[in-house]
């Protein structure tokens, strides 16, 4: 593998948060542990089935999945992931060699946080890992908030937000959470951004929410508040 690894020294994130790194590929697991050490703790296996019993047994607190494991597939360790209440919300990042979209598209569908494909620099990779460990800061740090609105809204009588929105405004509900721009939804979607725009604003008067960010900041906290239901 060619890919460039340049250090980020620029790129700060709080240390001791742990990363579990799946890959069978010894030359992968080399490089990615050089460039994570000197900022996370990293734990590595090349199974699905230690990969589980280890987030189990330790909770890390992002996993980074290669796409090809040695006893089955990336796909389904997250499959795994999503359906155990104690551990869906935990950060997810998939990783490939071939830039395939509809590889793209159904890890994104099966709730990946990310999907990198090579060649990508260590830059890009830090800048991803980062990101969602900041999100999943965020929405520890908003939980509470959001779940006050939440049992608000069924006190007051009214319907669960899921029930309140089409199929498709749920769907980029749950995009916006996961960080998403307009853009992106609009590529990931082969829908233009006037379109999503229009999805967020119809979103946004449905849950009866005010100010500009205010649409981001409900969107990461239910997400958070789902992830533990």
Known sequence: MNTPYPAASALQEAPHSRILLVTGDAAILRKFRQLLLPTYDVVATNTVAEAIDIANRQLPDLILCDVLVADTSGYQFLISLRDDPSM????????????????????MNLGADDFLVFPFTGDELIKSIQSRLNRYQHI?????PRETLIRQLHVEGKNPINERLSKTEAKILDMIARGMSSRDIASYKC??????DNHRHNITKKLQLSGPNALVKFAIGYGGVLSRQ
């Open 88 to 107: 869906k919300h935990l950060p997810f990042i998939l990783f490939n060699r071939l830039h395939v979209a509809s590889n793209i598209r159904k890890g």
């Open 140 to 144: 520890r740090e908003t939980m509470q």
């Open 191 to 196: 829908i233009s951004v006037r379109t999503v």
